[in-house]
Each structure stands twice: as C-alpha cells, then as structure tokens.
C-alpha cells in the first residue's frame, strides 16, 4: 500500500505499526523499499513521493534514510496532566503514577524539579511528619546499628550539594521492536538537578561496615498497589563499592529546596549514573549486606538484561540475565524543539546533554544526512562527576526540506550510542539509540 491517508496519518497509529515489523510498516505505508545492501533509501519513486507528501517537504537525504526508520516528525506525544509540582510532563501511567518531561523543557543546564520525571512502584506516603520522620541503618554486615532524624542526619554529618543525573533504565523502551514490557518511555525519564544531603559513606562508616559487606539495599515509605503493607512495592540497591563512592548521597533538597513529594520527599538515596531504580525514595531504611541484597525487584528479570545477545522475542530465564549496573552513554538534543521549521539562510543552533553512566563523556557528533557524516560539537565538562555536559554546535542546510538532526555521544571508553536500537531484552532496558528530531528547512 502506498498511499498515506489522515486515517494512516495518526502517530499512535504509525507507531503501532512500526512496532510490530518496521520494514512491513515501510511497504503499508509508503510503499517503501530499500536496497539489500545497506537497508538504506528508496528503492521506488513512488515510496519517496509518498512519505514525502505526508511530511509535507522533499527529503534531501532521502539516499541515506535506513529502512524501518519512523520519521522523527510522526513521534506521537502523550497528553500532559496536571501533577503537583510539576509542569508539562507526559503521563504513561497514573497507577502507580509514571510521567517523563518532553525533550525540549530539558534545555536547562539543572533540570528545574518541576521538569524532573516521575517515576513510581507504588504509591508514595500521604502522611508524612518531617520532624519526627527516621532513618535506620541494619542489616547482617552494619555493626553499630543506628537510627538518625533528619535533623540529626544534618548535624552529624557534612552537607554537600551535587549536581547528579538520574535515569530510569527503561527511559526509551518504546523504541523496542518487538515491543516490551513495562512504560513505553520515550526520551524523558532523565533529568540533572542539585541535590543536597550528606554522604552515604559518611553515615555508613559512622555505623560501621563490615569487612564482609557486599551491597546496601534501601527501603521507602511508599505501599504497595495492593495495598498490602507486609509487601514492598520496591527495595533495590547497589554494591558497597557504589554505596561508598563520594557521589552517592543522603538527599533532602532537590535545587535548594525540599525534595518535591514525587521525587522522594522528605529523604531520598541518590546513586547516579546507575539506573534511578536504586535510588530510593521516601528512604526510611538501609541495610549493609553480606549478599547482594534480595528487596522486591533486585531478581530477574526486574532491571536486568540478558548475559549475552538474544534473538528480539526471545524467552530469556532469569539464570541467564544479570542485573543492570552503570548506563550506557547517550545524548538528548533540547533545542530546537523537534518540528521547528527553519530558515534556509540561517545558521541553527542545535544543543543539548549527554552522560556516560559512571563514565565521562567525550565527545557529541550531529549528523543532517541520517548519519552518514558527522559534525563535532562542543561538550562542557560536567560540573562534578556523574552530572550530565552540555553540548551545543551549529548547522546549515544545503537546500529547503525535510531533515533529521541525530546526535550521537561517546565516552571516555570510546563507546559511542549505536544507529540502530541495541541489543532486544525483555524489559526493554538500556536504549541509548542516538537521539534525533525533526526540523522543516524553508
């Protein structure tokens, strides 16, 4: 089928059918086939006509455009509903409530708390006494167990103010063909604010550690949907050596203020550049193990990917999966806002962020020709380690239409973001295909 109606026009039905096969989706709906080769262009005038009327320009690249690929300009956008504190943000699920920020209200160097993503297991505490409100420190491997208030957490201990990224490590899991489980999360289940508190080491050498501790495992004051109060809805954590790191923090300020009861309030764990998922909120509790710690979702296949590569649809056994530790590398364009139709004759100023999990990004490379060359950016150096780096660069287009800017990051390690979607898991975990947006050039 070639031909584009308003019916086939719809996103939310474009990705339905790209979720299913993409390359039959082409044919559907364009009447699209590529080379053999290289899966790239339109083998058929009629294919380019076609996507090219429903874009509403010429695609100058159109030679270097893989098969499969859904135009940036047909990316579907959920509706926005209004949550305490927060402005803008695109709800996925509102039991538990779940909701990530459109691309474009991420432009800030900090991420202002209320463009700062929602990310729930269960259902956050209604009541909560601040001033009464305390923190145990246990488990099998703390050998002087303690309980702290939050003044006393203050006091105690040395205040320190970070700017520190989160992501949830299934931000981008729409992309997945086929489809996985879980919140189809486009791109905005990530956010770099200021969060002030005191170390974790601080407070958990004060108590003591074992020399046979192995993990840290947290629990919150949130319930579980059921409503059952013996069942945690989450209690994840991380390896002692991540617990130890002078980044990871006791928080009760996001950006100078207090934590927004979204996102943890009165008192949260952040542990960044490793899936937020470990990053507790409404911490009440933590437990130094002499095991990995075995809370609600630390077993596969919650936040875990295969071992090795898997067939896309593949039924995975939990023996076979291992848990996610630091975040791939990856890039997010803030500016200009994907759909912008701009001036041929001008000069577009193009810019955004890019993290590495534990690691340092290196460099961020622009591409109007659907990557088949690359621009260098210029990247800031992040304002203390795990913070996400600004970067931002300029384009020119050769002549009016449709083009796509992709942005691809790389690291220290010299891994870059892949051009395709990475390897399938079942959760849909890790996407950190190289982000692009759409821009009419007039």
């Known amino acids: 089928m070639s031909q584009y109606d308003d019916e086939k026009a719809r996103p939310s039905h474009i990705d339905s059918l790209y979720a299913v096969d993409p390359i039959a989706a082409d044919r559907r709906l364009w009447g699209r086939e590529t080379s053999a080769l290289n899966r790239r262009g339109f083998l058929k005038k009629s294919g380019l006509v076609a996507m090219s009327a429903a874009i509403g320009a010429a695609i100058p690249f159109s030679r270097f455009m893989p098969a499969g690929l859904i135009p940036a300009a047909f990316a579907a956008e959920g509706s926005s509903a209004q949550i305490e504190g927060k402005e803008g943000l695109i709800v996925l699920n509102d039991r538990p409530l779940n909701a990530e920020t459109p691309a474009h209200l991420l432009d800030d160097s900090i991420t202002p708390s209320k463009y700062m993503f929602v990310r729930n297991n269960g259902v956050p505490p209604t009541t909560i006494d601040v001033d009464n409100w305390t923190l145990e420190i246990a488990g099998e491997s703390c050998v002087n167990p303690l309980s702290f208030s939050i003044a006393e957490l203050k006091q105690r201990f040395e205040e320190v103010t970070l700017q520190l990224q989160l992501e949830c490590g299934g931000n981008g899991r729409s992309e997945f063909v086929p489809a996985a489980s879980g919140n189809q999360w486009t791109t905005g289940a990530i956010g770099c604010p200021t969060f002030t508190g005191v170390r ?18 947290y629990y919150g004051a949130d319930t579980h949907l059921s409503g059952d ?8 954590g ?62 596969a296949p919650s936040y875990s990917v295969p071992k090795q590569p898997v067939a896309p649809g593949s039924r995975v056994p939990n023996e076979d999966m291992k848990i996610i530790e630091s975040m791939p590398v990856k890039s997010l364009i803030t500016f200009p806002k994907s759909g912008v139709t701009h001036v041929l004759r001008e000069r577009l100023i193009v810019r955004g962020h890019a993290w590495a999990g534990d690691d340092q990004v290196s460099g961020v490379y622009l591409s109007i020709d659907f990557g ?10 992040p304002a203390n380690r795990l913070a996400w780096q600004d970067f931002s660069g300029w384009l020119q287009f050769p002549q009016p239409g449709y083009y796509e800017i992709w942005a691809r990051a790389m690291d220290t390690q010299g891994r870059s973001q892949p051009l395709v979607i990475p390897g399938w898991n079942p959760r849909g975990y890790l996407n950190n295909t190289a982000h692009r947006i759409a821009v009419q050039v007039v």
């Open 200 to 217: 974790l080491r601080d407070v958990l050498n004060y108590c003591g550690v074992g020399a046979d501790a192995e993990y840290v495992g």
């Open 229 to 236: 109060a013996d069942r945690d809805p989450i209690s994840r």
């Open 238 to 299: 991380v390896p002692i050596a991540k617990a130890l790191e002078r980044e990871s923090l006791i928080a009760w300020q996001m950006n100078g203020e207090d934590l927004p009861l979204q996102n943890g309030y009165p008192l949260r764990l952040v542990c960044a550049g490793w899936p937020a998922s470990v990053s507790g909120k409404w911490l009440n509790k933590l437990v130094v193990r002499n095991q990995t710690h075995d809370g609600e979702k630390m077993a």
């Open 372 to 381: 088949a060359t690359w621009l260098p950016t210029g990247v800031n150096s």
